[in-house]
C-alpha cells in the first residue's frame, strides 16, 4: 500500500491487554485505563512520547493509532516503510500479541458453512491481494507470525504470501489460521498465471511454518507454492493445513530459477538439505491429478515426512524425479479414485547421488475406489531402501462389483540392482508387479514380502509377479522371499470352508538356479472359524506350483477336551485323487496325540497343489486340531 491512500476503519474500539503486554518493555509503562482514556472517538493521534518522555524509545518513531481495534504507528512523511496513508498520515502495522493480523488491514473473510460444497463461487469476494502482502511483508521484516482472518478471503495476485524477490534470508515466516477450516485462502491467479504459485520460496528463506488454515482454488493448474534451494531453503513445516479444490501441484522443488538451463540432479540445481514436514494436513482434490510433493530437482531432496496425514481424492502424495528420504506414519488415502493410472508414491530412475533413496511407509489405510487407485511406482536405480508396511487396503473388498486387477506396488530395477525392499503387514487388493526394466546388470535385485494378505488372487504367482529379463542376464531377475503371506478367496460359504491359501516360497531366479528350495511347513487348524468340516466336507488349502509335498503331520494338544472321537482324514487334490490318509492312530481327541504320513508329490498342476483335507466318517472336530503340511517349495 505504499503507492497510494487506502481507507481502513477509523473508529475506536478497545485497544486490547496484548498490546499492552507488546509495548510493556519499550513504550508503556502506565495502567490500561488510564491508556485508553487518551484514545477518542475522533481517532486523534496520541504521541506516546508526549506522555512518556522519560521512557525508552519506542521501536518506530510518532504517534500511536488504534484503527478498527488494531495498532498502528506513525512513521515520518517521507519514508517509504510505511503499511497504509490514512488522512496523509503514513502509519505501520504494529504487532498485537506478538503477531500481525491481517484483519488490520480492514479484510473480512465470509463466513459461511461450507467452502467445499457443490456450486460454491469463491471468484465473486472482493480481491484482498494487496492487504494480504503487504500483512506478510511487514510480519516478516518484524518476524512476526502472519495471522489470517476467519472466513474465506479471496487473492488473486500470485508470490502473494511469499515473493520469489523477498530479500531475507534465514528469518523464518510462519503463517497461521484459527482452524483448518476456519481460516480459508481462495486463490483465483489471472489468465495465462495459472501456474504461477502463492508462495516462491527462492533460497531466501528458514523455517517457514503454516498452521490452522485452508487453501483453496478452483482454478486449473493452480500452484501452492514453488521451492527452491541452494543450501537456505530448508526446515519447513505444515501443520493442520488442508489443500481443497483443482490444486494441480503442492509443494514443487525447483531447478535454479536464475538458470532454468541447469541440468536437474547437477551442479547448481538446488535443493539441497531442503526438509518438510506436513503433521495431520489434509487435501481434497477428486477431480483432477493433484500432484502433492514434486521433487523436480537435485540430487540432495533430504527428508520429507507425512505424519497423520488424510490426502482425499485424485492424489499423489509425493512423486520423486530424484533421491529424497520419503516417510509416512499413519496415513489415509480415502475417496480414492482417479479416471486414469495414479499412484500415491512415485519416484524415478533420474541420476542422484547414491544412498539418498528412502522411501519408508509405515500405516496407511487405502480406498481403493477406482482400478486406477494404485499405491507405489518404484523404479530408483541406484540403492537405498523401500519399506512398505502395515498398508491396509482391504476397505472395498466388501464389494462384489469391484475390480482390481492391476498392480497396485510396481517396482522395477532398471541397469541396477534397485532398493533393497520390504513388503510387510499389509492386506493388498490388487498385485505386486516385480519389474527388470533392464538386464545388464548382475546385481540381484531382492525383496521380502511377509506377514501380507491378498485379497484377489489364489495363486502366489499371480499376486506376486516376477517379470524376469528379456534375455539370459539371471543375474538381472529379482529374487522374492515370501514369507507367511496368504490369500482370502471370496467364496459364498468360505467362512465353513475357507479356502486358506499359504505361501512360504522364493519367486523369482534364486528359488530355480541357487541350489536345494528350502524346507517349509504349514500349520492348519480344522476347525478355524468356529467350525470343522463335518463327515464328507472338505477343507482346503493351495500350495505353491511345482512345490514337492513329503509329509502330512496330524495333531491334537489336549486342550481340555473330552471327546472320544478318533479322527481320521484324507488328503485329496482337486481331481479328486486320494494322497494318503491320516489318523489318530487310534488316540482320542481327550488323550491327545502327533502323527505323521509320508507323501512324496511334485504339485506341477493347479489341480494338484489344490488340496483338499476331507474328514471321514464319525470324525466331528470340536476341539483345537492341527494339519501341517511339510514340503519343499
Not at 297 to 310: E, G
Not at 441 to 461: C, I, K, L, S
Request: with cysteine; charged share 20%; hydrophobic share 40%.
Amino acid at each position: 500500500m505504499a503507492n497510494g491512500e487506502r481507507t481502513i476503519d477509523q473508529s475506536t474500539s478497545p485497544l486490547i491487554d496484548d498490546l499492552i503486554g507488546h509495548y510493556d518493555e519499550t513504550l508503556v509503562r502506565i495502567p490500561r485505563t488510564d491508556f485508553m482514556n487518551l484514545i477518542d472517538s475522533a481517532f486523534k493521534p496520541v504521541s506516546v512520547g508526549e506522555f512518556l518522555a522519560s521512557s525508552p524509545a519506542p521501536r518506530g518513531t510518532g504517534a500511536l493509532h488504534v484503527a478498527g481495534g488494531y495498532p498502528f504507528v506513525e512513521v515520518s512523511s517521507a519514508s517509504t516503510d510505511y503499511d497504509v496513508m490514512v488522512g496523509g498520515l503514513k502509519l505501520q502495522l504494529v504487532p498485537m500479541g506478538g503477531e500481525i493480523h491481517v484483519e488490520a488491514l480492514g479484510v473480512a473473510g465470509e463466513l459461511i458453512q461450507n467452502t467445499i460444497s457443490a456450486g460454491y463461487d469463491g471468484s465473486v469476494l472482493p480481491d484482498y491481494s494487496a492487504e494480504v502482502a503487504v500483512a506478510a511483508n511487514r510480519a516478516r521484516a518484524l518476524r512476526c507470525p502472519l495471522v489470517l482472518p476467519r472466513g474465506v478471503i479471496r487473492v488473486v495476485d500470485p508470490e502473494v504470501l511469499l515473493p520469489r524477490d523477498y530479500a531475507g534470508n534465514v528469518n523464518g515466516f510462519k503463517i497461521r489460521g484459527h482452524s483448518m477450516m476456519g481460516s480459508v485462502v481462495f486463490y483465483q491467479p489471472p489468465l495465462g498465471r495459472e501456474t504461477e504459485p502463492m508462495i516462491w520460496l527462492d533460497n531466501n528463506l528458514v523455517g517457514l511454518d503454516g498452521q490452522d488454515c485452508r487453501f483453496m482454488t478452483q482454478t486449473a493448474g493452480a500452484v501452492f507454492m514453488r521451492s527452491y534451494g541452494a543450501g537456505v531453503s530448508q526446515r519447513h513445516r505444515f501443520q493442520r493445513v488442508d489443500w481443497s479444490g483443482t490444486w494441480a501441484y503442492g509443494v514443487t522443488l525447483e531447478v535454479d530459477p536464475d538458470n532454468p538451463s541447469a541440468v536437474p540432479g547437477g551442479t547448481g540445481s538446488g535443493n539441497n538439505n531442503s526438509e518438510y514436514i506436513f503433521e495431520n494436513c489434509a487435501a481434497g482434490v477428486y477431480n483432477n491429478h493433484f500432484i502433492f510433493l514434486y521433487g523436480n530437482s537435485s540430487d540432495q531432496n533430504l527428508n520429507y515426512h507425512f505424519r497423520s496425514c488424510a490426502f482425499w481424492g485424485w492424489v499423489t502424495w509425493a512423486w520423486m524425479n530424484y533421491g529424497g528420504h520419503v516417510y509416512v506414519e499413519q496415513g489415509d488415502a480415502s475417496g480414492y479414485a482417479p479416471n486414469e493410472e495414479c499412484f500415491l508414491f512415485v519416484t524415478r530412475n533420474t541420476g542422484h547421488a547414491q544412498g539418498i533413496c528412502s522411501l519408508h511407509i509405515d500405516g496407511l489405510r487405502v480406498e481403493h475406489k477406482s482400478n486406477h487407485a494404485l499405491i507405489a511406482d518404484i523404479s530408483w536405480g541406484d540403492y537405498g531402501s523401500v519399506s512398505l508396511k502395515r498398508i491396509d487396503g482391504s476397505s472395498q473388498s466388501f464389494k462384489s462389483e469391484r475390480v482390481l486387477n492391476n498392480s497396485v506396488i510396481r517396482i522395477a530395477a532398471v541397469n541396477n540392482p534397485s532398493p533393497q525392499t520390504v513388503i510387510e503387514g499389509c492386506d493388498l487388493m490388487g498385485y505386486i508387479d516385480f519389474r527388470t526394466a533392464s538386464a545388464t546388470y548382475g546385481g540381484m535385485p531382492r525383496a521380502v514380502v511377509r506377514d501380507t494378505t491378498f485379497r484377489d488372487f489364489e495363486f502366489v504367482e499371480d499376486a506376486i509377479r516376477v517379470t524376469p529379463a528379456s534375455h539370459s542376464n539371471f543375474g538381472a531377475n529379482w529374487s522374492v522371499e515370501v514369507v507367511n503371506c496368504r490369500t482370502i478367496i471370496d467364496e459364498a460359504d468360505r467362512m465353513y470352508h475357507p479356502r486358506h491359501v499359504p505361501w512360504d516360497c522364493n519367486r523369482g531366479y534364486l528359488a530355480r538356479a541357487a541350489g536345494a528350495p528350502p524346507k517349509m511347513r504349514q500349520h492348519f487348524c480344522l476347525n478355524q472359524f468356529g467350525s470343522a468340516p463335518a463327515a464328507g466336507d472338505d477343507f482346503k488349502v493351495v500350495l505353491p506350483i511345482n512345490a514337492l509335498l513329503l509329509k502330512v503331520h496330524l495333531e491334537c494338544s489336549n486342550r481340555g477336551s473330552s471327546s472320544s472321537i478318533v479322527p481320521e482324514y484324507e488328503i485329496r487334490d482337486a481331481d479328486g485323487i486320494v494322497l494318503g490318509t491320516i489318523n489318530s492312530g487310534g488316540a482320542t481327541l481327550s488323550a491327545g496325540f502327533w502323527t505323521e504320513i509320508t507323501i512324496q508329490k511334485r504339485l506341477s498342476t493347479n489341480n494338484k497343489r489344490i488340496l483338499s483335507v476331507v474328514p471321514s466318517a464319525g470324525t466331528s472336530v470340536s476341539a483345537g486340531v492341527g494339519l501341517w503340511l511339510e514340503y519343499l517349495a
